[in-house]
């Protein structure tokens, strides 16, 4: 082979790996946040979640894409390990469908379509309507690369290593381990495809021997989900490792069938003679049977997920109830003991939030700020879980007192919730601060910092060993102290701005510091006396 034929085979490996970028990301934003809602929702049937994953994918030729928003929605919880296997066994199926757009043959008339997809994306005023011409012209390039390749290979017929080398690939390991490894470094299976059915076009490799790759092939294409799921919850890694052991499952279960079945006979059949369409619909008929297979055994497949990653995060740990039980039905005072016992830990975390939210205005820490809105999730979660169940406690047989207790705490829970809003309020303070490059005065922080020491008190002593009237008494003083002090500490800072001494956006920062201190204060206050 000359160099021209080698300089040939990069620039259509270039253009049809552009080609099928420009064409997937025109169709996803054509589809726009759609396809991320119909994933996220239309999950409820198990057959369902399939042909959702399968159409999302063959809207945006890509599986790994699917696979990735599927990780992302299981690390954020609103999706379990057992509806996204569904979806990944769907966009195993929706993924075929660019080798069975390759195998068409019309790279005569690639030119012709990537001009026409010039024409609607340049002069379309319709956003949707350029993103449409954008994919068409994905689709053109994607065919013209394909044509490309397939003529710098045509020297390849007559070089008697390139053909003996093809004929290792007989050999499944070997088919296997290379088809991963292409896969996996493309981080694409359509990609790869298209490359093989490229060399199949010239004749130098047998269906038999393209199998074994092909196989290969859909084991690569998890890289780009696995990639996505590191640093992710311990959910988001099992949920990558699904798409790790359908793949590996379906290519054990096709080798040892190619001893005893002519799966390769079987397919040239209805193939129409074609090597291309030959490579497609062997990966179509993969994909489809697998998942056929495999469907009966799809809770088992999540559930040898969990055997494999054993163990929960510290994230899932804290977004669960620790001393209310759903399944237990209790009487209804010791139901009110595990009530304000879920709700002392909620306190536990919304005082950490406020203490932690509070030190980044003095010192800024990227990674306590990310804690901050982690434990935010917490708190909302324990509060909306928490509310509930005291609704639903409130049918059991009680007297007048126990009644008024549960009303009490469902309004503590909710007082707590607002507090750990306004925590982050003054998170999202110190995060502007830190990154506009402002600066409090020296004055400015001794009057944050004493405002901070009486509610530090005020969140200690909600529980301490005060009588309750004692501590009615102390939350009362003690919020009437703080938004003394925030009124006049508030005339003080118009002073300072007035004798530009104060920066006035610095001051605008230390006006929602102190708004937020005030809120606090009286949610806390609101709280403690209504706790036991």
């Known amino acids: 082979m000359s160099i021209n034929y080698f300089i040939e085979l990069l620039g259509g490996l270039a253009l049809f790996l552009y080609g099928m970028e420009m064409m997937s990301s025109g169709l996803e934003l054509v589809a726009g946040d759609k396809l991320r809602v119909v994933i996220e929702k239309m999950t409820s049937n198990f057959f369902k979640s399939i042909l959702v994953g399968a159409l999302v ?66 002069f379309s005023k319709s956003k949707k309507k350029k993103y449409i011409g954008q994919s068409i012209i994905g689709l053109g390039f994607l065919f013209m690369g394909m044509q490309f390749m397939s003529d710098s290979m045509a020297p390849l017929r007559d070089y008697p290593g390139f053909a003996s080398l093809m004929t290792k690939f007989d050999n499944p390991i070997l088919g ?82 190619s001893f005893v079945i002519p799966i390769d006979k079987i ?16 990966h179509t008929l993969f994909n489809i049977v697998t998942t056929i297979l495999l469907i009966p055994f799809s809770k088992k497949l999540a559930d040898l997920s969990f055997k494999i990653i054993p163990g929960i995060d510290k994230e899932q740990e804290e977004m669960s109830l620790k001393y209310i039980n759903l399944n237990v039905v209790k009487d209804a005072p010791a139901t009110f003991t595990d009530v304000k016992a879920e709700v002392r830990r909620l306190l536990d975390v919304v005082t950490m939030n406020y203490e932690h939210s509070v030190e980044l205005l003095k010192e800024f820490d990227e990674e306590k700020y990310e804690e901050v809105f982690r434990r935010e999730k917490v708190i909302n979660y324990l509060n909306k879980q928490i509310s509930a169940f005291i609704i639903d406690s409130l049918g059991l047989s009680m007297n007048e007192q126990t009644s008024a207790n549960f009303a009490n705490y469902l309004r503590i829970s909710r007082d707590m919730e607002r507090i750990g809003d306004h925590s982050k309020n003054i998170a999202e303070v110190a995060k502007l601060k830190n ?78 510091t102190l708004a937020a201190m005030e809120r606090i204060s009286s949610y806390i206050s609101n709280a403690g006396k209504l706790s036991m």
């Open 57 to 122: 994918t063959a809207v945006i030729q890509s599986s790994s894409a699917t696979t990735v928003m599927v990780v992302g929605f299981v690390n954020a919880g609103l999706m379990t390990i057992y509806q996204s296997v569904g979806i990944i066994m769907g966009a195993n199926i929706g993924t075929t469908i660019t080798g069975q757009l390759v195998a068409l043959n019309i790279s005569t008339l690639a030119p012709i379509i990537a001009f026409v997809g010039f024409l609607l994306n340049t």
């Open 176 to 257: 296997v381990l290379a088809g991963t490894g292409v896969t996996a470094l493309l981080q694409s299976s359509s990609a790869s495809l298209g490359i093989l059915q490229a060399v199949a076009n010239q004749g130098v490799i047998s269906l038999h021997s393209a199998m074994y790759i092909i196989l290969g092939f859909n084991i690569g294409t998890c890289v780009t989900s696995v990639l996505s799921s590191v640093g992710s919850s311990k959910n988001a890694r099992r949920t990558a490792l699904v798409h790790v052991l359908f793949n590996i499952i379906g290519t054990i279960i096709f080798v040892c069938a």
């Open 267 to 282: 397919v040239i059949r209805f193939s129409r003679n074609l090597p291309a369409a030959e490579i497609a619909n062997l």
């Open 435 to 512: 990154d506009e490059g402002l600066l409090f005065t020296d004055v400015t922080f001794d009057e944050l910092r004493e405002i901070n020491a009486i509610i530090d008190k005020m969140f200690h002593s909600y529980d301490g060993d005060m009588e309750k009237d004692e501590r009615v008494l102390f939350m009362r003083q003690s919020n009437e102290l703080v938004q003394k002090e925030a009124s006049a500490f508030r005339n003080n800072h118009m002073i300072r701005m007035r004798e530009k001494i104060c920066n006035p956006e610095s001051g605008l920062l230390y006006e929602k």
